[in-house]
């Protein structure tokens, strides 16, 4: 199994909700990854977990909340975002060979 | 890091063989080559992985020159299917989960488009 299962697919939110992104993968990889693409662009990188812990957080604003409960588990946290925050946000996991396996994404609209 | 350099913009004939070049002049030697591929509004597929020897699997064949300073990425017999932006990353790997190596920086790849 080299699925890595992202929900929901599609969100609509205003600026003032809170939501949360869930990424779950079962390949037992301990390194998970959040990204952010916005259209005709290629992905960035947002956040990097490692063995459970935040390891790179690239200068994401504080609108946008990590959580990594468990090994097969990744969440990110929405606060307050701003129409600029709509994007498809990618989750991934990645193997020892430095393979990344990527969920479909959530599509998020900011109203 | 060591950059990456590939044309925006293919076209290849349905049933042919698609090659898409990538350039990595300052590649280390400690660096691996990978490539990915992104269909429209879905999440990146991995599709081959190299270091200096010629790779081939299900999906693509991989042909990395002798200095290592460009790559190539062969799909046998395009289809419709196939159509989609293809990167090629270069990257450090290791046999754990530390560090910041394992990441991937995409660039803008390149937009293959397969005609019937």
């Known amino acids: 199994d080299t699925e890595v299962t992202q929900t929901p697919k599609h969100l609509v939110m205003g600026m003032t909700n809170k939501k949360s992104l869930k990424c779950e993968q079962h390949m037992g990889h301990r390194a998970m990854y959040w990204y952010k693409q916005k259209a005709k662009k290629p992905p960035e990188l947002m956040f990097v977990?490692?063995?459970?812990?935040?390891?790179i957080n690239e200068s994401v604003p504080s609108r946008f909340s990590p959580e990594c409960p468990n090994s097969s588990l990744l969440n990110l946290h929405l606060h307050a975002l701003q129409p600029e925050d709509s994007a498809l946000y990618l989750c991934?996991?990645?193997?020892?060979?430095?393979?990344?396996?990527f969920g479909a994404g959530t599509r998020l609209s900011v109203l | 890091d060591a950059k990456t350099t590939q044309p925006p913009s293919m076209d290849c004939a349905e049933g042919r063989a698609a090659n898409l070049p990538c350039n990595h002049s300052?590649?280390?030697?400690?660096?691996?080559v990978y490539w990915y591929r992104q269909i429209h509004s879905q999440g990146p597929q991995y599709i081959i992985h190299g270091l200096k020897n010629n790779e081939t699997n299900e999906m693509a064949s991989l042909i990395i020159t002798e200095d290592r300073k460009s790559s190539t990425l062969i799909l046998p017999h395009a289809t419709l299917r196939d159509t989609a932006v293809y990167y090629c990353?270069?990257?450090?790997?290791?046999?754990?989960?530390?560090?910041?190596?394992?990441?991937?920086?995409f660039g803008k790849g390149t937009k293959l488009s397969v005609k019937p």
């Open positions: 300052t590649i280390s030697g400690n660096e691996y």
């Open positions: 991934a996991s990645r193997d020892v060979r430095g393979v990344q396996y």
């Open positions: 990353i270069v990257r450090v790997t290791m046999g754990n989960y530390g560090g910041s190596q394992g990441n991937l920086i």
């Open positions: 977990y490692s063995y459970e812990k935040l390891s």
